[in-house]
C-alpha cells in the first residue's frame, strides 16, 4: 500500500499562503487520483481539490480561486498551494491517493494548518 508523507504545516496569518507537499512512497504517475482533504472537530472531513493521473484538476467551492493542486512527477510529489487564507482554513490537512492497482485509497498522517487573526 502506498504511504504518503505530508509536510508544509504551519502558523500563518489571515491573507497569507501556504504550500503543503505530499510525498509517495511510489511513482505517481500510477496513481488516478491523488486529492487534498482537510478536518475540523465537529466539521468532518472536507474535500478540496483533487489531481488525476492525467494531469486534471478540480477543486471544492469554498477553496475554488484560492487554492491549487500541481504535482512534480520527478519527486513523487502533489502539493497544494494555499492564498489568501482565512481563520476558517484551520483544520489538520489530509493527502489521500488510491493508485489503479491497489484494492483500497491510502492517507497520510495529516498536517496542521492554523490561520491566525
Known amino acids: 500500500q502506498v504511504q504518503l508523507a505530508e509536510s508544509g504545516g504551519g502558523l500563518v496569518q489571515a491573507g497569507g499562503s501556504l504550500r503543503l507537499s505530499c510525498t509517495a512512497s511510489?511513482?505517481?504517475?500510477?496513481?488516478?487520483?491523488m486529492s487534498w482533504y482537510r478536518q475540523v472537530p465537529v466539521k468532518g472531513l472536507e474535500w478540496l481539490a483533487t489531481i488525476t493521473s492525467g494531469g486534471s484538476t478540480a477543486y471544492g467551492d469554498s477553496v475554488k480561486g484560492r487554492f491549487t493542486i500541481t504535482r512534480d512527477l520527478a519527486k513523487d510529489t502533489v502539493y497544494v498551494d494555499m492564498s489568501s487564507l482565512k481563520p476558517e482554513d484551520t483544520a489538520v490537512y489530509y493527502c489521500?491517493?488510491?493508485?489503479?492497482?491497489?484494492?483500497?485509497?491510502?492517507w497520510g498522517q495529516g498536517t496542521q494548518v492554523t490561520v491566525s487573526s
Open positions: 511510489r511513482s505517481i504517475s500510477s496513481i488516478n487520483v
Open positions: 489521500y491517493a488510491w493508485p489503479y492497482d491497489e484494492p483500497q485509497a491510502s
